[in-house]
């Protein structure tokens, strides 16, 4: 299992400003993924992040807007840049634990983002 | 591309009554996951389940995998205000490389 914590857990902030999310591990992962939720609506993933090298974006997702740290194999960050009211969401990061056929994911508790 | 259906979207029951949410799919899935999401959480791991036919059963919860392997349900036999929340199938494909596509959720109201 993995235990996941995020920071901030929840925020309000201006258009045009930015907002970076924190995920913390408590084991070392090779990759994380960043979901962006709308409240009581299904997951979509925003992008994978591996140690070492640059992060994968799913179709709608730009490196621009959404730019990725992932200094360790315990540690990443999101940022959601120049928000828009649009951006409101709550953001998830996660991991995946397990053989294959098997994965589990595991969830950090989210982060409630609020863009004015 | 892969998606995954859920029905209801939402449904909102009596304390003690049963239900059954569906999954739907065009696609062949390697496993079918269910998780469950309570507000102010991330989703939580019910049961994963990688055998077409496979029946699995968690306390009052029963879990299925069609036997083509496209499909599964949830059956909560007396239901309790406990199981409220967002329940999310979640399905991978048979590559290596593949990524867990979730559905679209149904969200679970149990009234006392």
């Known amino acids: 299992s993995a235990v996941i914590s995020q920071k901030p857990s929840r925020d309000i902030c201006q258009r045009g400003t930015s907002l970076t999310i924190q995920c913390q591990v408590d084991s070392q992962v090779t990759m994380m993924f960043w979901y962006r939720q709308q409240p009581g609506q299904s997951l979509t993933l925003i992008a994978t992040?591996?140690?070492?090298?640059?992060?994968?974006?799913e179709s709608g997702f730009v490196i621009d807007k959404f730019p990725i740290s992932r200094p360790n194999l315990t540690f990443s960050t999101l940022t959601v840049s120049n928000l828009s009211p649009e951006d409101s969401s709550i953001y998830l990061c996660s991991v995946e634990s397990g053989g294959w056929g098997t994965d589990t994911q595991y969830f950090g508790p989210g982060t409630r983002l609020t863009v004015l | 591309t892969q998606l995954l259906e859920q029905s209801p979207q939402f449904l909102s029951i009596q304390e003690g009554e049963n239900l059954t949410v569906y999954c739907n799919s065009s696609s062949v899935f390697s496993s079918l996951q269910w998780y469950r999401q309570e507000p102010g959480e991330g989703p939580v791991l019910l049961v994963t389940?990688?055998?077409?036919?496979e029946v699995k059963k968690l306390k009052r919860l029963t879990f299925q995998f069609g036997d083509a392997r496209k499909d599964s349900s949830l059956h909560i036999t007396a239901a309790q205000p406990g199981d409220t929340g967002l329940y999310l199938c979640a399905g991978r494909g048979y590559s290596s490389a593949s990524k867990i596509i979730f559905g679209s959720g149904t969200r679970l109201s149990i009234r006392p």
């Open positions: 389940v990688v055998t077409g036919g």
């Open positions: 992040a591996n140690q070492g090298s640059e992060a994968t974006y």
